[in-house]
């Protein structure tokens, strides 16, 4: 399976409207909107980080995070991202994909050694704001 045909198959289980493609080269600028069911993302995704990033907005409205205190709420936020990153990576295990450790070393969460599988509350991060 394809990393398209993989965010496909998320996008039409899950019922996601993709508002707007991005340049792969604006993959930092994607955005999901919860209540909408909508993300704004590089489509379709062509490699790991941004089939990664796809997964992880797709996570987003599946988990029904919710935003609004994204700014007074920075653990929260955190906790948010670390859940929507987990269900993306897991993911690739789903469809049999590969680039999984380039994904999380993308968004920061494992280094590049740390075992495939491993849950992601082992490793400890900091994320700079609200970039995804």
């Known amino acids: 399976m394809t990393y398209a045909e993989a965010a496909r198959t998320l996008r039409a289980e899950n ?3 993709v508002s707007k493609r991005l340049p792969r080269t604006r993959v930092e600028e994607s955005r999901s909107w919860p209540e909408a069911r909508t993300i704004r993302c590089v489509w379709p ?3 790991p980080i941004a089939y990664g ?3 992880h907005e797709i996570a987003h409205v599946v988990l029904g995070h919710d935003f609004r205190d994204r700014r007074r709420e920075r653990a929260a936020w955190k906790r948010r991202e670390t859940e929507a990153w987990d269900w993306a990576l897991r993911t690739f295990d ?3 994909l590969e680039g999984k450790e380039e994904a999380a070393e993308f968004a920061g969460l494992a280094p590049s050694s740390a075992p495939v599988g491993a849950e992601l509350s082992e490793f400890a991060f900091d994320l700079v ?3 995804v």
């Open 15 to 17: 019922r996601i409207t």
């Open 45 to 47: 995704p062509e490699d």
């Open 53 to 55: 990033v796809v997964a």
């Open 94 to 96: 789903r469809f049999g």
């Open 129 to 131: 704001g609200p970039a």
